[in-house]
């Protein structure tokens, strides 16, 4: 059978890697490559969705052996359910940014040639989708570098600046860090399931076939949840994401925090659930702390922040946090055997990575065309956008209510699964973790109400009131395609909110394979406009109810007081009798997030300098004030100084052997020889 | 039969929409009463809201879209959340769009368009209110959550109307664990609903307003609109409170004789309730802004003394 979901995966990979080998060969052409290599790769995503989305919707496993690689080992490659779902998400949110590329990218031409972001763009994605099709450690790791490598290029487009070299810098070190960690895993259970003499253990296949003992699996399982964290940017490993996502050029950060991180996820879940399979719960734990921790961390951080794809980028770290939350949770139930509230809890933190896909797409998509449009990314000199980029605004707006977890929009539904999860923990038969994981549910209402201030704060200092900078850019709406690469993610996001439960039909399969048991029956129970997980005397939220509910009133509401003529009198704003008003005098970034700076201060290192500049010499005459204030992340000086400053120490100790003598060196070969003569004879 | 549930719902939206500005006035009248003032009347809100109602709208030169949406927006919320939490009867068509958790929600989302609107017009009034409610609202949620925790680990569920029947039919008579959520709601339904000591909704005093300050702006009927849905908040979190923590007088079945009874009961609650927030307001000054967070730290604190009280003691 040809068409197979295997088949059009393949299909899809051919054609992106043709678009590359196109921008290598056909690099002069520079506004033909744009429009054909990223029709190429939109085609491509799309075929990636159907391959992925039938793979999920009838439950179907393709395992293909490919005829390469090196002798012995060759590339096994398997569309399960599980990637079938990732797949999905990858390629839809890779869907949309390729038709926003298609305009945002023609914004380089001119001033620099686009064919290296076009081939590692195409690269990249090819990466991602191989990472969720590998079923050995082998090709794993190897599309997991291609993965790597790509963004890395990518975070380096612009590299006449010095934040990206950097950045880009940071990025592939914090990705080599984890990758070996990968490895390292990944050669525990190979190593446990055949033994260290063959090298048949490194198929995925073997692994799940393998009963590990305790001890092996909590090493492997460490190690892989840390290499993967260090992808997904959970703290305290997360110092490279706010660096290398805003510098990339927007459609890439829509695609890294989007769904790149989202490939950790899937490593995270692949690893324990599907090739270790057994866990005690404290593992669940462990992820359901570091879950928490982000969440909290990542918008505390984000709140502070006046680069506008820096806020969303630690935003990433925030959601990123409560994905793991909904995944530790599931790892908790399926320890005690409760295959049902696991399954409520993994669908939740799996509808959420689907979520964060489409809206953090959507927002990096939004700041890309903010950023194309006024050319600053520091949210202090902006202000007014909604007049100038109305569609741009409404699109955001969008993506920002979203996010912020507020009904009938998609964020809300994961977010009050994971509620659900979090309330059903008194059945733990652990008193203690009775006792504790309630507080897990207040630090994520913490989270989703900081969010929502957050985004308040990003929305209404970007696009509302009157621009705040000194010099006013022209600044124009966006071009008719990036607007459809918007649009298209914003009606997801809605449709995802108002009819969670096709969704959740759909991506029910998942949890069967996982964990042994489905929330569809009951989820579904009362009819599909009613999300009920386990039962509706629990719980019940109606997204096309409240949606529909709200609209209905808001037109009637409108159309009765239209009833009337009432006159709209246009005016000036009311400034107190105090005749100079400016622009400047509007709240900013800064003051709005204030209140929780000083509520919270302690969570972050604060630098907060005043100087005054004073008349005649004294204070008392003052002609101006100047504020500084720099914030900066603890851990960067809690971790990851005294890493460096180790590494440092130590390369200097080692550095001593280099002695640029010839006769030094041969008589270090000469120990080693005698050495291993000694041992190893 | 099957007809009576949604006569009852229609019924006790517009009841939502009818006794709301009675409720506030009845308090505001008490208040004037305890402090020594004449009052205005129990039906002064009616007049100020046909008033605005009338009026013509002075909007500012670069209010937008969402300005104008606001309003309607904010009214939506508050008729349709009117229609989920049970006042009359437990057996509503409309309980299972939203359990507890999505009602928090709903108000949220109209609390996001409220900031908004208040950062709309680019005065620095709007963007201090906008920025205070935000902050003051993050600090509420988690001590909201825990009390809705530790309610529904009584009642085994957050959906309302279950709420309402597990606590009415007796099983859970004087909890500890529900005394300790009652007290947490309390202080939360006050800072939620923006009442002294967290918000002073008399006041325009540039310094010391909140949810004032962010709807400065508004004039004619948008501001009629706004300051409907806001007593109809007002309104809704003391049913809300009386639901989950005093049922007792609601109809428990959709039946349509029980109704007049349900009614007569929720007016006498409402008085009790609304001179008990008399006493609050005018026994306490309004806190610092930068106190609140011990104000809603305690509330905290209270709703996770009410949950260990149930693992300790039930």
Same mark, same amino acid.
């Given at each position: ?409 998609n964020g809300f539904v994961s977010e009050w699964l994971t509620f659900q999860a979090f ?136 159309i009765l007081l239209h009833a009337r003529p009432a006159a709209i009198k246009r005016v ?110 | ?6 006569? @009852?719902?229609? !019924?006790?939206?517009? #009841? +939502?929409?009818? *006794?709301?500005?009675?409720?506030? $006035?009845? &308090?505001?009248? %008490? ?34 879209? @969402?300005?104008? !949406?606001?309003?309607? #927006? +904010?009214?939506? *919320?508050?008729?349709?959340?009117? $229609?989920? &939490?049970?006042? %009359? ?226």
């Amino acid at each position: 059978m040809i068409f197979l979901p295997m088949n059009i995966a393949f299909f899809s990979i051919f054609l992106l890697l043709l678009a590359a080998a196109l921008a290598f060969l056909f690099n002069r052409n520079q506004k033909f490559l744009i429009g054909v290599c990223f029709s190429m790769t939109t085609i491509a995503s799309l075929l990636m969705v159907a391959a992925g989305g039938w793979a999920v919707g009838k439950g179907i496993t393709n395992q293909v052996i490919l005829p390469m690689g090196l002798p012995d080992l060759l590339f096994h490659l398997r569309l399960d359910p599980l990637s079938g779902f990732f797949l999905t998400v990858i390629g839809l949110l890779s869907f949309f940014v390729s038709i926003y590329s298609l305009g945002y990218v023609k914004g380089f031409l001119g001033h620099r040639s686009v064919t290296s972001l076009i081939i590692f763009y195409c690269l990249f994605l090819a990466g991602m989708f191989m990472v969720v099709l590998a079923d050995d450690a082998l090709f794993f790791l190897i599309s997991w570098e291609v993965m790597a490598a790509a963004s890395y290029f990518l975070v380096m487009f612009e590299d006449e600046k010095i934040e990206n070299r950097r950045a880009a810098f940071l990025y592939i070190i914090v990705a080599h860090v984890g990758a070996i960690a990968i490895l390292l895993s990944f050669g525990v259970m190979a190593g446990l399931a055949t033994g260290f003499q063959g090298f048949s253990g490194y198929t995925f296949d073997a692994m799940r076939a393998t009963n590990f003992p305790l001890g092996w699996a909590t090493a492997a399982f460490l190690l892989a949840f840390f290499g993967f964290a260090a992808k997904a940017g959970v703290i305290p490993l997360h110092v490279w994401l706010p660096e290398a996502h805003p510098v990339a050029p927007s459609n890439v950060s829509a695609l890294m925090s989007g769904v790149m991180l989202k490939t950790a996820i899937y490593g995270i879940v692949r690893v324990t659930f599907d090739l270790i399979g057994v866990f005690p719960w404290w593992w669940g734990a462990i992820v359901l702390i570091f879950g928490l921790v982000s969440a909290v961390m990542g918008v505390l951080y984000a709140l502070m922040q006046h680069d506008l794809k820096r806020l969303l980028a630690y935003h990433s770290v925030e959601n990123i946090g409560i994905i793991l939350i909904g995944i530790g949770l599931a790892m908790i139930f399926t320890s005690y055997q409760m295959p049902l509230l696991a399954a409520l809890a993994l669908t939740a933190g799996l509808f959420h990575t689907m979520n964060h896909a489409m809206f953090k797409g959507l927002l990096f998509m939004g700041a890309g065309a903010v950023l194309h449009a006024t050319r600053e990314r520091n949210m202090e000199e902006m202000g007014g956008l909604i007049h100038k980029m109305p569609w741009t605004a409404a699109f955001f707006l969008i993506g920002c209510i979203s996010i912020s977890a507020l009904p009938p929009f998609n964020g809300f539904v994961s977010e009050w699964l994971t509620f659900q999860a979090f309330l059903l923990s008194p059945s733990l038969p652990s008193p203690l973790l009775n006792l504790l994981i309630p507080m897990g549910a207040a630090l994520l209402a913490l989270t989703g109400a900081l969010a929502a201030a957050c985004f308040v704060k990003a929305f209404g200092v970007t696009f509302l009131g009157h621009w705040r900078g000194p010099h006013k850019p022209d600044v124009h709406e966006a071009g008719w395609t990036m607007r459809i690469g918007m649009m298209l993610s914003a009606l997801t996001c809605l449709a995802l909110g108002v009819l969670p439960t096709v969704f959740i039909d759909w991506m029910d399969v998942l949890s069967e394979q996982l964990v042994g048991a489905k929330i569809a029956t009951s989820a579904t129970g009362i009819g599909w406009m009613w999300l009920t997980p386990i039962a509706h005397e629990r719980a019940a939220y109606s997204g096309p109810i409240v949606f529909a509910g709200i609209m209905a009133i808001v037109v009637i509401a409108y159309i009765l007081l239209h009833a009337r003529p009432a006159a709209i009198k246009r005016v000036p704003i009311w400034d107190c009798g105090f005749e100079k008003i400016t622009q400047r005098m509007q709240y900013n970034a800064t003051s709005f997030s204030m209140p929780i700076r000083r509520i919270f201060g302690f969570l972050f290192s604060i630098k907060e300098q005043v100087r005054l500049v004073s008349q005649y010499g004294h204070r008392a005459f003052p002609k101006k004030l100047h504020y500084h204030l720099r914030i900066r992340d603890l851990f960067w000086g809690w971790l990851y100084k005294p890493v460096v400053d180790a590494s440092f120490w130590i390369s200097r100790k080692v550095g001593r052997l280099q002695q640029g003598k010839i006769h030094v060196y041969l008589i270090y070969s000469f120990v080693t020889i005698i050495v291993l003569l000694v041992f190893l004879r | 039969m099957i007809l009576y549930p949604f006569i @009852i719902e229609v !019924f006790q939206i517009l #009841l +939502v929409l009818a *006794v709301a500005p009675a409720f506030a $006035g009845w &308090v505001k009248a %008490l208040k004037c009463w305890s402090q020594g003032r004449t009052s205005p009347g129990l039906f002064q809100p009616y007049r100020d809201i046909i008033k605005l109602f009338s009026k013509d709208v002075v909007l500012a030169e670069n209010a937008s879209w @969402i300005f104008r !949406f606001t309003p309607y #927006l +904010v009214f939506g *919320v508050s008729v349709l959340a009117g $229609g989920i &939490v049970p006042m %009359l009867s437990v057996d509503l068509p409309l309980a299972a769009t939203a359990d507890v958790i999505a009602l928090v929600a709903l108000f949220a989302i109209a609390r996001f368009f409220t900031a908004l609107a208040g950062m709309d017009i680019g005065t620095a009034f709007g963007g201090m209110g906008s920025s205070r409610e935000m902050t003051i609202a993050s600090l509420a949620e988690p001590a909201m959550l825990m009390a809705i925790f530790t309610v529904s680990l009584a009642s085994k569920s957050t959906s309302l109307s279950q709420m309402v029947q597990v606590i009415y039919s007796g099983q859970s008579v004087l909890r500890p664990s529900v005394a300790f959520a009652l007290l947490a709601f309390i202080l939360i339904a006050l800072a939620e609903t923006g009442r002294i000591p967290v918000d002073n909704p008399a006041t325009h005093l540039e310094l010391t307003m909140i949810h004032e300050a962010m709807i400065l702006e508004y004039s004619g009927r948008h501001l009629a609109l706004i300051e409907w849905a806001g007593m109809m908040k007002l309104f809704l979190f003391v049913m809300l409170g009386i639901a989950v923590f005093a049922p007792w007088g609601i109809a428990a079945s959709g039946d349509l004789t029980a109704i007049p009874a349900a009614v007569l009961f929720m007016i006498l609650k409402l008085a009790i309730v609304g001179a008990g927030l008399v006493l609050i307001e005018t026994g306490l000054a309004k806190m610092r802004l930068f106190r609140l967070t011990e104000f809603l730290g305690s509330a905290f604190l209270l709703a996770t003394l009410g949950m260990l009280s149930y693992f300790i003691l039930e």
